[in-house]
Each structure stands twice: as C-alpha cells, then as structure tokens.
C-alpha cells in the first residue's frame, strides 16, 4: 500500500457520460498530479494542485477538470466521454510539491464503451 | 514532442546477468531523472533518480548512469533477478518555476523480462 488512494478502481461507462474520480493523497503530502495511461503510452501529465491551488497543467482535454479540497483530496472530472478516454488514471502525491518523485496510487481504469 | 524517449519497448535478460535500460532526452531544463518500476494492476513506484549534475547514483543492485552531453541516462541492475521483470519507466522532472514546475515527463516504458 503506497498509502495514495484511489477510488474507484475499475469504471465502465457509456459514452457521452460524466465520470468523477477521486484521490487520497499520503498524510502530509499537500501535493497532487493527475496522470493519464493509455494503451501502449506512456504517462502523460494532465494536472497538478498544491495545497489546494492548481500548479501546473498538461495536455488536460477541455473535457476534463480537476479539484483539490480542503481535506487535500482531489477529483478529476472527465464529461461528454469518448471511446478514447479509456485509459489508466494515476493520481500521485508529493510533500513539497517539487519532488523529485511521487508516490502513485494504483490508477482506475476507466473503460468506455 | 516526445522529450523523454525509451526506445526499446521491451528487454529480456537471463537471471543473474546485467540488465541495462536505456533512456534518451531532449529539453535541457530538466534537474533530475528518475527511473519507476511497474507491475501490472499496480502504481508506479519509485526506484532510484540522479540529479543533473551527477553522473552516478547507485542503490544496492540498481545503479543510473546520466551522461549530460549525449542526453542519455541508463539504468543498469546487477544481478538481475526474475522478480526485476516489470515496465521501467524513465521520467525527467521540469525545474521548478515557469509553467511546468516541478511536472515529470514520463518515458513510453520498457517492459523488462527476466528469465529463471
């Protein structure tokens, strides 16, 4: 156990549906990165919150949003959903917010269908 | 713009041999690599990382070789053991400041085998 958390663990949805996501960071870690794995690809960074402000932003689609609460957990909000974006989503956590590594958790798989 | 770049998809290896993964880069604004080792139905998980201004970092079996000119780091595991078989990521981190503070950019993945 990394001690990130994520839930759900497995999603099937329709196309054309809203998905929330959501993340535990480890206790004290005030930093969250947001993740996506698709098929055959690396990593690629969507998004990171510190300390409840949002840091940095990758090639997040329009599509998608992300939040961190007062409690530190984050969501990431992915609507009009596509058969593309099924993939793995990785939420990882920092103490400091520069690293150099994270902790991850163990993703959810989101399945569009 | 693929920065971080693994270009062997895969490595297969017999078990007490060295295992060597490669990894090349692009942007100079990068302060340190890291490498992660993943299993299936698992997060990532942290391995070792070199700052940018070493060129060696070493960490019981796993050793990272950073050579800054050629923009080329390596990971190398002596000996190497079945239950090394995993995907390695490579990642570099941005340097803090600017739009891309602190983010790591992920390499494509090289599925490592180990063979008894």
């Known amino acids: 156990d990394s001690g990130v958390t994520q839930t759900p663990k497995h999603l099937i949805t329709a196309t054309g549906q809203r998905v929330t996501l959501r993340c535990s960071p480890r206790?004290?870690?005030?930093?969250v990165y947001w993740y996506q794995q698709s098929l055959d690809q690396g990593l690629q960074f969507l998004i990171q919150?510190?300390?409840?402000?949002?840091?940095a932003k990758g090639n997040i689609l329009e599509r998608f949003s992300a939040q961190q609460f007062p409690d530190l957990h984050s969501e990431l909000n992915l609507s009009s959903l596509e058969l593309g974006d099924s993939a793995l989503y990785f939420c990882?956590?920092?103490?400091?917010?520069?690293?150099?590594?994270?902790?991850f958790g163990s993703g959810t798989r989101l399945t569009v269908v | 713009d693929q920065q971080v770049k693994q270009n062997s998809p895969s490595l297969s290896v017999q078990e007490g041999r060295i295992s060597i993964l490669n990894c090349d880069y692009t942007?100079?604004?990068?302060?340190?690599f890291l490498w992660y080792k993943k299993y299936p139905a698992e997060g990532p998980t942290f391995l070792i990382s070199?700052?940018?201004?070493?060129d060696k970092n070493e960490d019981g079996r796993f050793t990272v070789f950073l050579n800054k000119s050629a923009k080329h780091l390596s990971l190398h595991i002596v000996p190497s053991q079945p239950g090394d078989s995993a995907v390695y990521f490579c990642?570099?981190?941005?340097?803090?400041?600017?739009?891309?503070?602190?983010?790591?950019?992920f390499g494509q993945g090289t599925i490592l085998t180990v063979h008894p």
């Open positions: 206790s004290g870690d005030l930093s």
């Open positions: 990642a570099a981190r941005h340097e803090p400041g600017g739009t891309s503070y602190g983010k790591l950019t």
């Open positions: 070199i700052s940018s201004i070493k």
């Open positions: 990882a956590s920092s103490v400091s917010g520069t690293g150099p590594g994270y902790t």
């Open positions: 919150y510190y300390n409840g402000e949002e840091r």
């Open positions: 942007n100079s604004m990068f302060d340190y």
